[in-house]
């Protein structure tokens, strides 16, 4: 299930995978690498970094991170 996809709007893809391990893909502060979490809070603090960066990540995405029920 993706969080977030790559757009005009977002600079970040997100995805929440079966497993329940969140991950934040080709990711820009990780050297395109993948970024991965099961930690909803931690995947926040990370989009987080993203925006400090100067990144766009989409305030639905994080929203979603910090307020969807408990998975
Ligand atoms: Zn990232």
Redesign the pocket.
Known sequence: MAICRFSPQSD?FVTLEENGVLE?AA????NRGV?STPIRAEMVT??K??LAAGHKVPSEAIEELAHAPKW
């Open positions: 970040v934040c990711c820009r502060l990780n970024f990370h989009l970094k993203h």
